[in-house]
């Protein structure tokens, strides 16, 4: 019974040996494939994903070497070039096994339509000015206070920081997307609002913006929609525990 017992305990031991020799003659059938596939695969024809305001033409302007081997080419360098383009976040650039060079774009997403006299441009969450494309428009609030140029200049001021916040915050709230359609900073007052019915003023103050968008929301459906916003001259809702309304004189 005893040399049965060792006998087992050493057919069980080469399985796994036998297993792992398996595995490891299979990766190295890979690897070799791999080498062999980088180097007789050659780029050939590029394909763009995930782009909206910049269109695919412009993209084909961003100079991309073909007809090399995947293995010759600097893709930090590609994705840089690629970056220097107003709407583009970032980029990443993937081999396709039919050789094939697919660009998937990651592009800025605009808050807010930033208004300066009769210039009017796109600005994000991080305070980059975004040019207008013809025939990609997009439903963002109207925002003053803030100048329009350089467009190669970044807002990056406490108080723009602060209204970016407002204004991410806004686009998260639905109710709050839907009745603000213009935004504007004061010193005195903070981040202020109008209503896209009526123009009723709301004061919102320089922070806690989550919570007095929420006690808007509340108003909105509570009061609002009751009593009627024509009456309504401005909404303050910098005050903890109370909203100070004031009517317009009839």
Request: hydrophobic share 40%; net charge positive; no cysteine.
């Amino acid at each position: 019974m005893v040399k049965n017992k060792s006998h087992n305990k050493t057919e069980s031991t080469k399985k796994p040996l036998a297993w792992v020799a398996g595995a490891i003659f299979v990766l190295g059938l890979a690897i070799i494939g791999g080498l062999s596939w980088s180097s007789t695969v050659t780029v050939q024809e590029i394909q763009y994903r995930g782009n909206h305001f910049v269109s695919t033409e412009r993209l084909k302007q961003v100079e991309v070497p073909t007809g090399i081997s995947p293995d010759s080419m600097n893709f930090v360098d590609i994705i840089r070039r690629f970056k220097k383009l107003a709407y583009v976040k970032n980029a990443a650039a993937n081999v396709e096994p039919n050789g094939n060079l697919s660009i998937d774009i990651n592009e800025r997403q605009p808050i807010a339509m930033l208004t300066d006299g009769s210039t009017k441009v796109y600005v994000d969450k991080h305070g980059i000015r975004l040019p207008k494309v013809l025939g990609k428009t997009i439903d963002v609030p109207i925002l003053y206070g803030f100048s329009a140029t350089p467009m190669s200049d970044t807002l990056h001021s406490e108080s723009f920081k602060r209204v970016s916040d407002f204004l991410t915050n806004v686009h998260d709230k639905p109710v709050s997307n839907a009745t603000i359609s213009e935004v504007a900073w004061t010193e005195k007052e903070g981040v202020v609002a109008l209503t896209n019915q009526n123009g009723v003023k709301l004061i919102f103050g320089k922070g806690n913006y989550e919570t007095r968008l929420r006690n808007w929301e509340a108003f909105y459906g509570e009061v609002v929609k009751q009593k009627g916003i024509k009456k309504m001259r401005s909404v303050d809702l910098r005050f903890e525990g109370q909203i100070v309304t004031r009517e317009k004189e009839i």
